[in-house]
């Protein structure tokens, strides 16, 4: 991306100031046995510290919340306190609970006054660009009360019946128009008072934060995402995150 299509860096006198949520209690167990997946080594550090270091690159976050495994905040803070970190930015640790929505929402009690828009961000997503992070703040500041970035999906996309049992075959009902339909990744980015509204109004099971926002009847945007910013979900995820992350490191000293 050239200088002149990225985002303006926000300003102190016009920017609200932004926070950012990581919920990182869940256990991967798609990746195997071992350590919760926010703590999985990606190029001899944790993911976590990697998701960490992504929020704080944009100068408009001034703080990072990170939502730890129930009981697991003090080794939280033991790592984030192992490794350097932006000094321009605060962070703090909280204890998350037993679904996402519940950390997320723990995240969102422990944010102090004066942090006007929050991004919620995935442990598991550690390379998203600073770019990325800049576009969806810039979005909020701009009015949406909800952002997500996204990418246009390269694959069709069948809607099926579910098999009555793994592995069955599964009858296509549909096939959607593919120029409508996005692959949604994260930060996704709030209006500090939207997405607490959508945390005490929604209670079903939800796979965003976002989708909570348009249980509320409200306009989410999606602004572009980027290849880089995939979800390390599977041991394939982890190959490919660490072959991003040597190329950073021999192009740009990453």
Do not use: C, W
């Not at 949406?144 to 296509?172: C, F, I, N, R, S």
Request: proline share 10%.
């Amino acid at each position: 991306m050239s200088d002149d299509s990225r985002p303006s860096p926000p300003t102190a006198s016009s920017a609200a100031r932004t926070a950012a949520v990581i919920p990182a209690a869940g256990r991967g167990v798609r990746l195997g046995p071992g350590a919760p997946k926010a703590l999985r080594a990606l190029g001899g550090t944790p993911m976590l510290i990697h998701a960490v270091r992504a929020m704080a690159a944009s100068r408009a976050v001034s703080l990072v919340v990170v939502v730890a495994p129930p009981g697991g905040a003090a080794e939280v803070r033991s790592l984030l306190d192992a490794h350097a970190l932006p000094e321009r930015t605060d962070f703090l640790v909280v204890p998350g609970g037993q679904t996402r929505q519940e950390s997320v929402r723990l995240g969102l009690d422990a944010l102090p006054p004066g942090h006007d828009i929050v991004l919620v961000h995935d442990a598991a997503r550690p390379l998203v660009p600073v770019d990325t992070v800049d576009a969806v703040i810039e979005a909020v500041r701009e009015g949406a009360p909800a952002v997500v970035p996204a990418l246009p999906l390269a694959d069709t996309v069948k809607q099926v019946e579910p098999a009555q049992a793994p592995g069955e075959p599964e009858p296509v009902v549909a096939t959607p128009d593919r120029a409508r339909l996005r692959a949604v990744q994260t930060p996704q980015g709030f209006d500090r008072a939207t997405l607490v509204r959508a945390h005490e109004t929604v209670t079903g099971d939800v796979t965003d934060d976002a989708g909570m926002v348009e249980q509320l009847g409200l306009t989410v945007v999606a602004v572009p995402g980027h290849e880089e910013a995939f979800k390390v979900t599977r041991p394939l995820d982890l190959v490919l995150a660490e072959a991003v992350l040597a190329r950073r490191r021999l192009n740009d000293g990453f």
